[in-house]
Every structure is written in C-alpha cells, then in structure tokens.
C-alpha cells in the first residue's frame, strides 16, 4: 500500500497518542474531562477570541448557529451551490429555505451577487428583507470559506448591516486562515463561525468540530444545546430542547496534539503548493490578502474525467469538485440566482494530494502523470 497517494490523509505523528492515553487512564473518555476545556480554550487563543464551544461536528456547529440566529419555519437563507452539502442541510434541520447564488473567482461566495440579489430582487422593509417572488424573510446568509480561500466578509458585513442579515461563517475548510491587514481568522470576522475536524481537515479529532461567535453569550448558549440543554447537573432540569453535540474528552485529547502542529501543517501546505507550481501545474491561486491555510490544491484542466482516472491508474487519488447542490435532489426545487461560474470551476477543477506527509517523491509522481496527459 505504499505506493498509494491519498488525497487528504490525517497527520497523527504528534502528541496524539501520548494525549489520548491519559485521557483513557483517568477514564473520561466521554463528554466530560479535562481536555475538552483545555481545548476550548487553546482554540480561543489560537483564533483571538474569547470563546469557543468544542462540538461533535461541523455539521452540528451549523446547525446550532441556524438555532442561535433565530432562523426557523419558512425563512430563507442564502447559500452558495459550490460547496459540501453539509453547509447547507442545516438550513432544513431547521425548516427554513436555501437560495444558491454563484461563487467568485477563488471559489467563494459572490458577494457582488448576495447584494445585487438583496436589491433586485428583494425589498426592505421594517427592518426585514423580503423575497419579492416568495415573500419569505431572508434572514441570513451562509459564507463558505473554500478549500482556505475566504469569502469577501467585509462586504458581506456591509450587506448584513444594511438589510438586517445573520451571517454565518462556514470556516470548516479554513481553519488557520486569516486576514493578513486585520490579523482576523476565517470564522471570527461575523457573528457565527464553525470549524470541523473531521479526518481530512487541517486539524482532525477524528470527528469533530468548533463553535464560536461574535457574543461570548452566543457561544455559552450554543454550548447549553450542545449539552442536551442541562440547566442542572444533579437534578435533570432541561427548560428547552437540546441536542447530544458535545465533543468528547478523547476527541479533544486528539485536538490538542493537532493544534499543537497546525501552523506547521500549513506551512507544509504552503511548501507543497509551491512544489506543485513550480513544476508546472496549473493551480487555482490563493487570494493575496489572505493568509491561506492552503488545506486543498484545486488544478485546472480540460481534461477532468482522464485525469481522475489516469491518476487512480497511478496509485494516486484525486476528486472532482462538488457536484452543485441545486442540482441535487433534496435542492431541485430551490431558488438560484445567477449561478454561472460556478457550472465552469464543476467542469474544470480535480482536487489534487495535499496530505501533510506528502513527500517529494509523492510530488513528483503526481506531477509526472498530470503532466503526460495535459
Ligand atoms: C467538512 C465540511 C462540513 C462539515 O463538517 P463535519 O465536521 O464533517 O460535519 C461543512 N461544510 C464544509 C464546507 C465542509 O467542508
């Protein structure tokens, strides 16, 4: 199996196993114990805020920001369609409405289209942004900060301003990444903010993932609902309807080690991009003003499917990007405005090997197939 070149694997070669010994020998192996805490507060240091709430997952971070932002039955919340679908399926958890826009030139939401649809095709009024063809409130938006880009937050802070909107940064893919004139991390530049730790993530705890928010209040509350809404510890005294999203002391014990090497990650994400360009491959850019976590290499080609296949002839995985989720099933029947560059990064882009133990040889190899056949 050696041969084999994964596309994303987890780096585990730190304090991990060190970490989650002791947290198996003072048995808190569930959701209590130190570590989950020391996580916490190690991630709120690393990202410059206050607090973070360390969750089950991404997806379940998202879900409570939809909770927290008061979206409910009916409203509508605008998405982009080039993403994982998991930023967008909590808009349903929560019986409200996507509207997919397009994304910009580094695969992020387009802002210029959030606010042209606002004010086209929307009015405002008493403090609401109402969908002329729905009548629905459009309440907030999601940002999806993709592959360690970041969405322009600060016209989407603008916007949210002007027409009274909940943004919520999906900052799953870009934890690390920030403004390089403010110093401000994805997922700390709006009111919610979401990271995950799944396997293929900067940082992994297996599973897992991170709340945080403007209002420290917000991040204690979404804590609460992480917590099955316990408002007390002996007692069984619940005054609302919460959910089981607590990270474990065992994920966090993993946590931990990886925060411990995260800025190394991404300066190896960095070096191996350079590699990869320096060879000759046609990689989509990383924004100037940010500094990227560089988590996945999109290369441009003509030539998707071939290419895909030539490299798993070769040991080597790659993907396509995301399928566009108003195309899906669930998504058909949802509003779409302008959605067009989005259908040219489908048709173009194949992610490439980005795990943190790629060697140069590994490099070479990737480069030598993609190479032969473009
Ligand atoms: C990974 C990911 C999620 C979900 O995170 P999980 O921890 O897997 O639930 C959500 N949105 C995007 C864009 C992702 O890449």
């Known amino acids: 199996m050696s041969d084999f070149i994964p596309l994303s694997a987890p780096n585990l070669s730190g304090n991990e196993l060190s970490y989650v010994t002791d947290a198996i020998r003072t048995g808190w192996v569930s959701s209590g114990g130190g570590h989950i805490s020391e996580f916490e507060e190690r991630l709120a240091r690393y990202l410059k ?44 958890y929560v019986g409200a409405n996507p509207i997919f826009t397009d994304c910009d030139d580094y695969l992020c939401l387009d802002t210029e289209k959030v606010a042209d649809f606002c004010q086209k095709e929307c009015d405002f009024r008493n403090g609401k942004l109402i969908n ?5 409130h459009v309440k907030a938006v999601v940002a999806v900060h993709v592959f360690g880009n970041m969405t322009d937050m600060y016209a989407l802070g603008e916007l949210a301003q002007k027409y009274n909107l909940k943004i919520i940064e999906d900052a799953t893919e870009a934890l690390g990444s920030y403004y390089k004139e403010t110093g401000e991390f994805a997922g700390t530049v709006s009111d919610f903010g979401v990271y995950s730790f799944n ?16 209002d420290p209040k917000a991040v204690d509350r979404a804590k609460y609902l992480a917590t099955q ?28 080690a990886q925060l411990e090497r995260l800025e190394e990650f ?27 976590n560089r ?19 070769s040991g080597i995985q790659s993907r396509p990007v995301w399928k566009l989720i108003h195309t899906l ?10 959605i067009e560059k989005a259908f040219y990064f489908h048709e173009k882009i194949v992610n ?10 590994d490099i070479t190899k990737v480069v030598n197939v993609t190479t032969h056949l473009i």
């Open 49 to 92: 805020v206050e607090k973070t709430t360390a969750i089950q997952s991404g997806t379940a971070g998202l879900h409570l920001a939809m909770i927290l932002a008061e979206i409910g039955h009916g409203d509508e919340v605008i998405v982009p369609t080039l993403t994982f679908i998991a930023a967008v399926n909590p808009v349903k």
């Open 132 to 136: 002329k063809k729905t009548g629905k």
């Open 329 to 338: 099933k669930p998504y058909r029947c949802c509003q779409t405005y302008e």
């Open 229 to 256: 809404a316990k408002n007390d510890d002996v007692n069984f005294v619940h005054d609302e309807i919460g959910y089981n999203y607590r990270m474990t002391n065992l994920q966090a014990a993993v946590g931990i």
């Open 352 to 361: 490439i090997p980005c795990s943190t133990d790629l060697t140069k040889d």
């Open 199 to 214: 396997g293929n993530k900067i940082i992994t705890t297996s599973g897992g993932g991170a709340f945080t928010a403007r």
């Open 266 to 292: 991404i300066e190896i994400k960095r070096r191996n991009y350079e590699l990869y360009k320096s060879a000759g491959l046609k990689l989509l850019d990383f924004q100037e003003n940010i500094r990227s």
């Open 295 to 313: 988590w996945f290499y999109s290369l441009i080609t003509d030539k998707k499917d071939d290419l895909i296949g030539r490299l798993k002839e």
